[in-house]
């Protein structure tokens, strides 16, 4: 009798168990909110202003155009159906259109604890910058109308995909593939996508006998500057909340950036006597590059190792593609992006790990168990992104160039320079 009176009394003092609806998270918004803004001052200005000064004077308002005309673009077929192809449910290689011109959402929509109206925004900042990165292999020879075509078509049915496969539930995440902030989704395809138009479209004319010599270096270290610290939001906002893995992220980053910059001056310094200003920014670029994909996964150590990696092997990579097969690759993408995406991407695998000592990394993906294990799927990840993104970037490029009557500028306008034939404009009245 005393033990049912003592059931019931229980039973009458017992709350209700009810699931936990999701809630707005504010830290976790304001922290969101300011890393789109850093993402986006990567591209406008940081970008714009970091490939401007290398290109030479005549081609200087070309280059700012061409970034803020991709911007643009980007940001408008982002919003109508860039976003639902790589977040949309879909299946394991693309979304679906259930989110087509954001159909359905209000301002209390949520994606996880923020709103999904600012991760639609933030991934739109990355949506902006990668076809952006592309425009360094081509400047100062291709159609603005061709950019902006092809900048639109790749967004679609490149970026999106991949972004699908990796960030939105697709094969290579459900294969355990880490890419935290990018170096596959990134990095490697607007590297390859370089790389493919570089080939395509030829070489400058007087290319490699002409010197063709960045026209205001003091820009193009301004622009750096902007990129080191938009960064942050770029590495720092892909953890998606104001906690531990965001503030890890941005300390490696650093780290890796301080480190590819001091390689690369260093490597110079040793080989010709002098350490470049160039090639401080461009071994830091290098070092941020390389360590977006791994940002997440590796400690202090791990990102220390992984910069002065991307010092040495980017250096070695640009001065083979440059020199060597005489690529002109204008502004070295292919180098520094690709390479550091594909080296990044690969070192994620082994820096993951946590038996290593000082250089131990936070584990390897659900289901995954040895070193051997996430490098394997770091190689399908890097090797199917190649694959797909030459083949449809070369695809793409020979659609344009049937679309646009040839991809280039005659040669009587890139002597002239993109500024007047393009945009009947000049960057410096003097």
Known sequence: MNKIIITLLALSFSVPSFAVEPSLNGANTAWILTATALVLLMTLPGLA?????????KNILSILMQCF?????????WFIVGYSIAFGEGNAWVGDFSKVLMVGMTKESLAGDIPESLFMLFQMTFAVITPALIIGAYAER????AVLLFSGLWLLVVYAPVTHWVWGGGWLAQMGVYDFAGGIVVHITAGVAALVAALVLGPR??????????????MTVTGAGMLWVGWFGFNGGSALAANGDASMAMLVTHLSASAGALTWAAIEWKKFGKASVLGAVTGMVAGLGTITPASGFVGPGGALIIGVSAGIICFYSTVYIKHKLKIDDSLDVFPVHGIGGIL???LAGIFASTELGAFSGFGYAEGITTMLG????????????????????????????????????SKEQETTGLDLTEHDEVGYNM
């Open 205 to 218: 004319h007087g290319f490699p006998k002409t010197p063709m010599l960045p026209h205001n270096l003091t």
């Open 344 to 346: 990044g991407t690969l």
């Open 49 to 57: 202003l970091f490939y401007g000064g290398l290109v030479r004077r």
């Open 374 to 409: 996430q490098v394997t799927v770091q190689l399908i990840g890097i090797g199917s992104t190649i694959l797909y993104t030459a083949v449809v970037s070369y695809i793409l490029f020979k659609l344009v160039a049937l679309m646009t009557n040839g991809l280039r500028v």
């Open 69 to 77: 005309a991709i911007a643009g673009v980007s940001s408008i077929l």
């Open 142 to 145: 291709m159609k603005f109308s």
